[in-house]
T-cell receptor, first 113, second 115 residues
Framework: DAGVIQSPRHEVTEMGQEVTLRCKPI?????LFWYRQTMMRGLELLIY????????DSGMPEDRFSAKMPNASFSTLKIQPSEPRDSAVYFC???????????FGQGTRLTVV | AQKVTQAQTEISVVEKEDVTLDCVYETRDTTYYLFWYKQPPSGELVFLIR??????QNEISGRYSWNFQKSTSSFNFTITASQVVDSAVYFC????????????FGGGTRLMVKP
């Protein structure tokens, strides 16, 4: 398996623009997580899905953030409008069952200028 | 609520030294899982080990070993004969069975191994 695949690897955008991050989980994994990593706050869980259904989105910073999982092999995290404080590395991870480990993608480094 | 504390923010050693990275956790769950991940300079998060709360047996994998002690709520990670390639940020993480499958990470320990 190719592992968790995220795109793009790097994104530079201007404040106010819409940004869409993409994730393809490992096939057969029922859980998908979106994390954000910053120097100040470390690794934070934003939202996670089970069988394509959002289960906990309490970590989503505000209404500018939204996430979808239209099918078992694809998820998006959208920021609209983007702000400089959204600059971070965004990780997607997938997990087969609750008693197994999560595997992470390589991350998307987002810079909002 | 669950919490993971990695008190050592940065450790510097010389190659071939042994080094232990500390991890202390808090959870109200009786069933939980502990993890270690490695984040090398390239930025990806690499899974190293998973331990469940019912298995306190220590584990060794090559130069890596893990010491899980429920009595002190600790899950420490030791690298024996460290190498420059071990330089990375290491994260300890916890997932409790009643925490909604949320993986809570510690703040990470940056390990620098000098030649």
């Amino acid at each position: 398996d190719a592992g968790v695949i995220q795109s793009p690897r790097h994104e530079v955008t201007e404040m106010g623009q819409e940004v869409t991050l993409r994730c393809k989980p490992i096939s057969g994994h029922d859980y998908l997580f979106w994390y954000r990593q910053t120097m100040m706050r470390g690794l934070e869980l934003l939202i996670y899905f089970n069988n394509n259904v959002p289960i906990d989105d309490s970590g989503m910073p505000e209404d500018r953030f939204s996430a979808k999982m239209p099918n078992a092999s694809f998820s998006t995290l959208k920021i609209q409008p983007s702000e400089p404080r959204d600059s971070a590395v965004y990780f997607c991870a997938s997990m087969r069952t609750p008693n197994t480990e999560a595997f992470f993608g390589q991350g998307t480094r987002l810079t909002v200028v | 609520a669950q919490k993971v504390t990695q008190a050592q923010t940065e450790i510097s050693v010389v190659e071939k030294e042994d080094v232990t990275l500390d991890c202390v956790y808090e959870t109200r769950d009786t069933t939980y899982y502990l993890f270690w991940y490695k984040q090398p300079p390239s930025g990806e998060l690499v899974f190293l080990i998973r331990r469940n709360s019912f298995d306190e047996q220590n584990e060794i994998s090559g130069r890596y070993s893990w010491n899980f002690q429920k009595s002190t709520s600790s899950f420490n990670f030791t690298i024996t004969a460290s190498q420059v390639v071990d330089s990375a940020v290491y994260f300890c993480a916890l997932r409790g069975n009643n925490a909604g499958n949320m993986l809570t990470f510690g703040g990470g320990t940056r390990l620098m191994v000098k030649p």
